[in-house]
């Protein structure tokens, strides 16, 4: 029998679920704050560095990335969905900024970095919730993740090099600390979790370490949107359009992919992994980069995506989802 977590083990599981209602309260409490006290002068580097050792250390330490050994080995599938995760999605990025977002160079860069930073850690859980091939999420997951220092800078500095000047070769030392040293700090955790205590005792934690990740993904946003809370209150224009923005990606990159699970004559369980794969986006690392390197009016954009982004998945899965069995029925590609 599974043991009662205690009261901040519930906390962190409490976190976990409801993520994007605390993302939003958090939001309003710093648009308050911030409007009511001065806080445009805040450094964010050093929060920044603190809110990416939270939000990503438990994050991949919870990865388990010794299992894609044993998992999906649908190679045309992964390599569809991660060509749609980080080419397809920055070209749809690229689209949207320069029409919708144009006047508003900043919010329009944060879309850029949505479409050039994908393969969200969730993909494997929302896989689950879906009913979809978690063994093949769980591929894509890491193989998504480990390209990003790699395709990444290239693609933000390509789609974005026209909103927002900065150093290629400086966002490319960043990601890749970004996530190999909170990734190589996971595996050794890991490792020396399971020899002293085993891998019961493991996983019986594991399942508190997004609600650690969460509360990182909290501290970033209160500061980055208290930053801004001025310009934003003087400007209500500027909701409406992150709001357009990431709505009109996300219908985009859904459409091409449904589009590519019908043509590739995908069953369910692969298709909806490409469909979310395609679509959702890391919340973690784009946050994380941009408080380091990029203004508070980006960092406030991509403050406001976990709340859209986990709304729009689950639409995309619970109404969606139900058509797409019908449509693509459940026979699955042949590995």
């Not at 508190?208 to 934003?232: C, Y």
């Not at 209150?233 to 459409?255: C, D, E, H, K, N």
């Not at 982004?309 to 019908?326: N, S």
């Amino acid at each position: 029998m599974e043991r009662r977590p205690g009261p901040l083990g519930m906390v962190l599981l409490e976190l976990k679920r409801r993520l994007y209602l605390y993302v939003a309260i958090d939001a309003v409490a710093a648009l308050l704050a911030g409007h009511m006290v001065d806080l445009s002068g805040i450094n964010m580097r050093p929060i920044g560095v603190a809110a990416v050792f939270i939000m990503l250390y438990p994050m991949l330490t919870g990865l388990i990335v010794e299992r894609v050994r044993r998992a999906g080995r649908n190679y045309r599938l992964i390599g569809v969905t991660l060509f749609y995760a980080y080419i397809v999605a920055s070209a749809t990025a690229y689209v949207v900024s320069r029409s919708i977002l144009s006047s508003y160079p900043d919010v329009a860069f944060a879309l850029v970095m949505v479409g050039a930073i994908p393969c969200s850690n969730m993909l494997i859980g929302w896989a689950g919730i879906a009913d979809a091939s978690v063994e093949d999420a769980l591929v894509i997951a890491v193989a998504g993740l480990l390209l990003i220092p790699i395709l990444s800078p290239i693609l933000i500095r390509i789609n974005g090099g026209v909103f927002v000047h900065f150093s290629t070769a400086r966002l490319f030392e960043i990601l890749l600390a970004y996530i190999i040293i909170p990734l190589a700090l996971g595996l050794w955790t890991r490792r020396i979790i399971i020899k002293r205590r085993g891998m019961k005792y493991f996983m019986s934690i594991r399942r508190f370490l997004p609600g650690v990740s969460a509360t990182g993904i909290l501290l970033i946003v209160f500061f980055s949107v208290a930053k801004v809370a001025r310009i934003v209150v003087g400007r209500p224009v500027i909701f409406l359009l992150v709001l357009a923005g990431l709505l009109s990606y996300y219908a985009i990159q859904t459409l091409l992919s449904i589009a590519a699970a019908k043509l590739m004559n995908l069953g369910y369980e692969q298709g909806l992994v490409l469909i979310l794969g395609a679509t959702a986006s890391s919340q973690a690392i784009s946050l994380s980069v941009a408080a380091t390197m990029f203004s508070a009016l980006t960092v406030f954009a991509l403050s406001f995506k976990p709340i859209i982004q986990v709304l729009y998945i689950l639409f995309l899965i619970y109404y969606v989802g139900p058509k797409l069995k019908a449509m693509l029925g459940s026979e699955s590609l042949e590995k």
